[in-house]
């Protein structure tokens, strides 16, 4: 790019970028940084644009690109599937480069606003290109901008590979999980007209304060604080609430601590084993509409179903049209993320985590009393110990520092759950964690004793009335027949057993999205529908969608 850039400042102020003279091109002198080389920048970026190796599917993240310089190159080199994602945290120095970018027309070259957080441009980058586009994330630093907020950069470049691991892992559950997702939430439609509103939940839990529980081993030592007091052994003479995870149901239960509500979301049987034992316990369940349909009949409560749109589908669209989708939350990735969601949907009081550990110990996954630990104990013997070292070491662990300052263990996985946490409620001011051996969540953190202070000493919050409203058995009976007459068109039109113009064959796909949106090379994606291998695949799909909604 050779031509003369926009002219800034030639002020000696130090509140204004001051432009300087280069041999070939030109520098940007600003808060007493030559932020471009004062000999020839042009030269510079160039050079290390040809160092670069570039690579397919790959995000480019580019601080501060002030001129432009070298981007042009780049362009040049990159693939159709690749792009630049220029970031300026400063004010003054991102209008000179969105008038210096204008002239690089190219569709794969972006300029975002970094000076409110790193949030709105993980937004920005999510909107624009998806959650799968790319399979890395690569850091360009062409100016010596980039020093102005280095920690702002740096930060937004983590949290970007976080959102793309993330995104990509999302890919592969819906890929496994996607089907089993919708034919459960075809499953669990007949029990909307049976499901207590969540707007009836916020009556009951008022301006309480609530203890969210998770499984992690940090739990046994608050629970067996609680315990002592008869006042928590009911509901009713509880001057707080409890929410908490189906995991951590029989650590509750063998200190006979009656949760408010338990958060279920597992798709799959192997969460069942949580209620072993819980036959008649008739605690209220919050199922999501996706999770195994055996798991209503466990408690013998209340149910409460909420949903969790895991990809977009125009199925949640009609069902929201028809008044029949039940309260939503983002997919979080994790049943005590979701926990921690829904207290803080249902109650206007403090919140206090606990169990939430993200990490473990050597002889310790989850809480006394919880299905592992149960298991646990039930291998001991002489010739196998408690310590699992097979799992306490295996490959990717690693030794994290804990809220206390401790050393502790922890895996990818569960430290990925922990970044989610933080993005998702660090800046909750409701939201409290408790001190232990836990990973940092990003919040605020209450000693055990001032924990249960606030959660004893709480005033009376008595239940306020509530009706909840009604979902007729007819309004879902009528939504299955709409479903099904549009599976049994895309059956005919797909079996040549009816002919239809390419718009309304593409108009059904469309439609019945849920037939097709865990194919691998569908993720994210709009249907083919001149793809013969595609249209045979989704004719397999029909009949068992069929045999579900009859």
């Given at each position: 790019?050779?031509?003369?850039?926009?002219?800034?400042?030639?002020?000696?102020?130090?509140?204004?970028?001051?432009?300087?003279?280069?041999?070939?091109?030109?520098?940007?002198?600003?808060?007493?940084?030559?932020?471009?080389?004062?000999?020839?920048?042009?030269?510079?970026?160039?050079?290390?644009?040809?160092?670069?190796?570039?690579?397919?599917?790959?995000?480019?993240?580019?601080?501060?690109?002030?001129?432009?310089?070298?981007?042009?190159?780049?362009?040049?080199?990159?693939?159709?599937?690749?792009?630049?994602?220029?970031?300026?945290?400063?004010?003054?120095?991102?209008?000179?480069?969105?008038?210096?970018?204008?002239?690089?027309?190219?569709?794969?070259?972006?300029?975002?606003?970094a000076g409110r957080g790193t949030a709105p441009v993980r937004i920005f980058v999510k909107n624009r290109w998806g959650s799968c586009a790319f399979r890395r994330v690569e850091l360009l630093r062409l100016t010596g901008g980039w020093q102005?907020?280095?920690?702002?950069?740096?930060?937004?470049?983590?949290?970007?590979?976080?959102?793309?691991?993330?995104?990509?892992?999302?890919?592969?559950?819906?890929?496994?999980?996607?089907?089993?997702?919708?034919?459960?939430?075809?499953?669990?439609?007949?029990?909307?007209?049976?499901?207590?509103?969540?707007?009836?939940?916020?009556?009951?839990?008022?301006?309480?304060?609530?203890?969210?529980?998770?499984?992690?081993?940090?739990?046994?030592?608050?629970?067996?604080?609680?315990?002592?007091?008869?006042?928590?052994?009911?509901?009713?003479?509880?001057?707080?609430?409890?929410?908490?995870?189906?995991?951590?149901?029989?650590?509750?239960?063998?200190?006979?601590?009656?949760?408010?509500?338990?958060?279920?979301?597992?798709?799959?049987?192997?969460?069942?084993?949580?209620?072993?034992?819980?036959?008649?316990?008739?605690?209220?369940?919050?199922?999501?509409?996706?999770?195994?349909?055996?798991?209503?009949?466990?408690?013998?409560?209340?149910?409460?179903?909420?949903?969790?749109?895991?990809?977009?589908?125009?199925?949640?669209?009609?069902?929201?049209?028809?008044?029949?989708?039940?309260?939503?939350?983002?997919?979080?990735?994790?049943?005590?993320?979701?926990?921690?969601?829904?207290?803080?949907?249902?109650?206007?009081?403090?919140?206090?985590?606990?169990?939430?550990?993200?990490?473990?110990?050597?002889?310790?996954?989850?809480?006394?009393?919880?299905?592992?630990?149960?298991?646990?104990?039930?291998?001991?013997?002489?010739?196998?110990?408690?310590?699992?070292?097979?799992?306490?070491?295996?490959?990717?662990?690693?030794?994290?520092?804990?809220?206390?300052?401790?050393?502790?263990?922890?895996?990818?996985?569960?430290?990925?759950?922990?970044?989610?946490?933080?993005?998702?409620?660090?800046?909750?001011?409701?939201?409290?964690?408790?001190?232990?051996?836990?990973?940092?969540?990003?919040?605020?953190?209450?000693?055990?004793q001032a924990t249960l202070a606030l959660l004893r000493n709480a005033p009376p919050a008595p239940a306020k009335p509530f009706v909840s409203p009604r979902i007729e058995a007819s309004t879902i009976s009528n939504f299955i027949q709409n479903?099904?007459?549009?599976?049994?068109?895309?059956?005919?039109?797909?079996?040549?057993?009816?002919?239809?113009?390419?718009?309304?064959?593409?108009?059904?796909?469309?439609?019945?999205?849920?037939?097709?949106?865990?194919?691998?090379?569908?993720?994210?994606?709009?249907?083919?529908?001149?793809?013969?291998?595609?249209?045979?695949?989704?004719?397999?799909?029909?009949?068992?969608?069929?045999?579900?909604?009859?």
């Open positions: 790019m050779t031509s003369s850039p926009t002219r800034i400042s030639n002020t000696s102020s130090e509140d204004a970028p001051r432009q300087v003279s280069a041999r070939r091109g030109f520098s940007v002198f600003y808060k007493n940084k030559a932020l471009l080389s004062l000999i020839d920048p042009i030269a510079q970026a160039e050079r290390l644009v040809a160092s670069l190796s570039v690579s397919a599917k790959t995000l480019y993240v580019c601080p501060s690109p002030l001129y432009a310089y070298g981007l042009a190159s780049l362009l040049e080199r990159l693939d159709a599937d690749s792009a630049v994602l220029c970031v300026e945290a400063d004010e003054q120095l991102f209008t000179l480069a969105r008038e210096a970018l204008g002239a690089l027309n190219d569709s794969r070259l972006c300029l975002v606003f102005l907020f280095p920690a702002l950069y740096e930060e937004l470049l983590a949290a970007l590979r976080r959102d793309l691991l993330t995104g990509l892992s999302n890919a592969l559950t819906l890929t496994r999980l996607g089907r089993l997702y919708i034919r459960n939430a075809v499953r669990n439609l007949p029990l909307l007209a049976h499901s207590l509103s969540f707007g009836a939940i916020a009556a009951r839990f008022g301006a309480a304060p609530v203890l969210v529980l998770g499984a992690g081993p940090s739990l046994d030592a608050v629970l067996d604080c609680l315990a002592p007091d008869p006042a928590v052994h009911a509901r009713e003479t509880r001057p707080f609430r409890i929410v908490c995870v189906d995991t951590s149901l029989g650590a509750l239960r063998a200190r006979d601590i009656p949760p408010d509500l338990v958060v279920a979301l597992e798709s799959q049987h192997w969460n069942l084993r949580d209620f072993v034992g819980l036959g008649g316990w008739n605690a209220p369940l919050a199922m999501d509409l996706s999770a195994l349909p055996a798991t209503k009949d466990t408690l013998g409560g209340e149910l409460a179903l909420f949903a969790t749109e895991w990809t977009p589908l125009r199925f949640f669209t009609r069902l929201k049209a028809a008044g029949l989708m039940p309260e939503t939350f983002p997919p979080l990735g994790s049943v005590g993320l979701s926990a921690v969601a829904i207290a803080l949907r249902v109650s206007v009081g403090t919140l206090v985590v606990a169990g939430l550990d993200f990490s473990f110990t050597l002889d310790h996954y989850h809480a006394r009393g919880t299905p592992s630990h149960r298991e646990l104990l039930r291998r001991q013997n002489r010739l196998n110990s408690p310590i699992n070292a097979a799992a306490a070491f295996r490959a990717g662990t690693f030794i994290a520092r804990s809220k206390s300052g401790l050393p502790t263990r922890s895996d990818p996985a569960l430290n990925t759950y922990r970044n989610l946490f933080e993005d998702a409620f660090s800046g909750e001011p409701r939201l409290y964690d408790i001190e232990g051996p836990g990973l940092s969540l990003g919040l605020n953190t209450l000693s055990i479903e099904v007459a549009m599976l049994h068109s895309l059956k005919a039109i797909l079996c040549g057993d009816r002919s239809a113009s390419p718009e309304e064959r593409e108009h059904l796909l469309l439609a019945c999205d849920y037939l097709w949106a865990h194919f691998p090379d569908r993720a994210g994606k709009a249907p083919l529908a001149t793809d013969i291998s595609f249209l045979k695949r989704v004719r397999m799909e029909i009949d068992p969608m069929l045999r579900l909604f009859s």
